[in-house]
T-cell receptor, first 114, second 117 residues
Framework: DAGVIQSPRHEVTEMGQEVTLRCKPI?????LFWYRQTMMRGLELLIY????????DSGMPEDRFSAKMPNASFSTLKIQPSEPRDSAVYFC????????????FGQGTRLTVV | AQKITQTQPGMFVQEKEAVTLDCTYD???????LFWYKQPSSGEMIFLIY??????QNATEGRYSLNFQKARKSANLVISASQLGDSAMYFC??????????????FGTGTRLLVSP
């Protein structure tokens, strides 16, 4: 298996534009997580899915952020409209169980909003 | 309120020496877990070591050990015999209580470790 695959690796966009980040979890993993990493706040859990169903989205900063998982092999994190403070590295991770010690992280998408 | 505090933004160590990365945490729960992750320049997060709040002995995994001092609420990571490949960001994390079966983690801001020859 190729691991958790995120695309794009880098995204630069103008303020106000819509941004869509994509994630392909490891096949057979029932849990998928979206994290945001910034220098000031470290790594924060935004939302996680179990069997394609969003379970906890309390970490989503505001209504401009939305996440979907239409099937077991694909998830998106969308920001509309984007703002400069959204600039961060966004990580997707997946695990077979709910145990974070068994979670595999993707390489992240570095988002820059100018 | 900051639940995980890593006060060292950067640390330097020479190859083959030991290094301690600090982590303090804040919780009122009796049952919790503490984790350390490594993030190399390639970006992925790699799980290193875990310590449960009820574990009486400090966790060890190869060259990694966790200096767990419960009364002081600290969970420092000790890397012995540093190697050049240890250069990376290191994150301390704590498991928050959850009734969903999923271990929700809160991460610190990280410490960048540079190992020099």
């Amino acid at each position: 298996d190729a691991g958790v695959i995120q695309s794009p690796r880098h995204e630069v966009t103008e303020m106000g534009q819509e941004v869509t980040l994509r994630c392909k979890p490891i096949s057979g993993h029932d849990y998928l997580f979206w994290y945001r990493q910034t220098m000031m706040r470290g790594l924060e859990l935004l939302i996680y899915f179990n069997n394609n169903v969003p379970i906890d989205d309390s970490g989503m900063p505001e209504d401009r952020f939305s996440a979907k998982m239409p099937n077991a092999s694909f998830s998106t994190l969308k920001i509309q409209p984007s703002e400069p403070r959204d600039s961060a590295v966004y990580f997707c991770a997946s695990s077979k169980t709910g145990l974070v010690t068994e979670a595999f992280f993707g390489q992240g998408t570095r988002l820059t909003v100018v | 309120a900051q639940k995980i505090t890593q006060t060292q933004p950067g640390m330097f160590v020479q190859e083959k020496e030991a290094v301690t990365l600090d982590c303090t945490y804040d919780t009122s729960d009796q049952s919790y877990g503490l984790f350390w992750y490594k993030q190399p320049s390639s970006g992925e997060m790699i799980f290193l070591i875990y310590q449960g709040s009820y574990d009486e002995q400090n966790a060890t995994e190869g060259r990694y050990s966790l200096n767990f001092q419960k009364a002081r609420k600290s969970a420092n990571l000790v890397i012995s015999a540093s190697q050049l490949g240890d250069s990376a960001m290191y994150f301390c994390a704590m498991r928050e209580p959850s009734n969903t079966g999923f271990q929700k983690l809160v991460f610190g801001t990280g410490t960048r470790l540079l190992v020099s020859p």
